[in-house]
Structures are given as structure tokens and as C-alpha cells.
């Protein structure tokens, strides 16, 4: 949801997706690529697992330093109602 309210509400929906999208063919189409390629260069299993860590501690800083000031503010009060 925060990626979501990052963006201006007139691009929403077309920004959260372009985001999405990329980073997922970017990361998920060379995933196997680069866990054969970390094999061969350590000849250890473990290495893709470290590989993908350091990608999920990258995204949570930038989840928590980059983070725009217009997603930490509250919901609507109309969005809230809708909601119950």
C-alpha cells in the first residue's frame, strides 16, 4: 500500500505497475541466471541465498529512507469509512 500512495493519485495506478513490473522481469528473469553463474564462481549453494538477501535488505532501505512524506500521511477520513 505504501507504493501505492507514493504516487499522485492521477498516476497511481499506471506508476505502481511500471514499478512492479520491471523490477520483477529485472530480478525474477536473471534469477537463475546469476544463481548458476554464483555457483560456478564459489562452487557453494549457499551463495544465491545471500545474493537474494542483500536484495531484500537493499529494498527495505529504501523502503525506509526514499519513502516519500506524502505516503506517511494519514488515510482520508472518506477512504477510512469506505473501508468498515
Known amino acids: 500500500m505504501l507504493i501505492i ?3 499522485p493519485p492521477e498516476v497511481r495506478s ?3 505497475a511500471l514499478n ?8 525474477g ?3 537463475g541466471l546469476v544463481a548458476v ?6 562452487g557453494s549453494d549457499v ?3 545471500w545474493y ?3 536484495f531484500c535488505l537493499l529494498s527495505l532501505l529504501i523502503a525506509v529512507f526514499a ?9 482520508p477520513t472518506n477512504l477510512l469509512a469506505e473501508r468498515k
Not at 512492479?20 to 530480478?27: E, G, H, K, Q, R
Open 5 to 7: 500512495l507514493s504516487f
Open 14 to 16: 499506471s506508476a505502481a
Open 20 to 27: 512492479f513490473n520491471v523490477a520483477t522481469s529485472l530480478i
Open 29 to 31: 528473469s536473471t534469477a
Open 37 to 42: 553463474w554464483l555457483h560456478d564462481i564459489t
Open 47 to 49: 551463495t544465491f541465498g
Open 52 to 54: 537474494m538477501t542483500a
Open 67 to 75: 519513502l516519500p512524506t506524502g505516503a506517511r500521511r494519514e488515510l
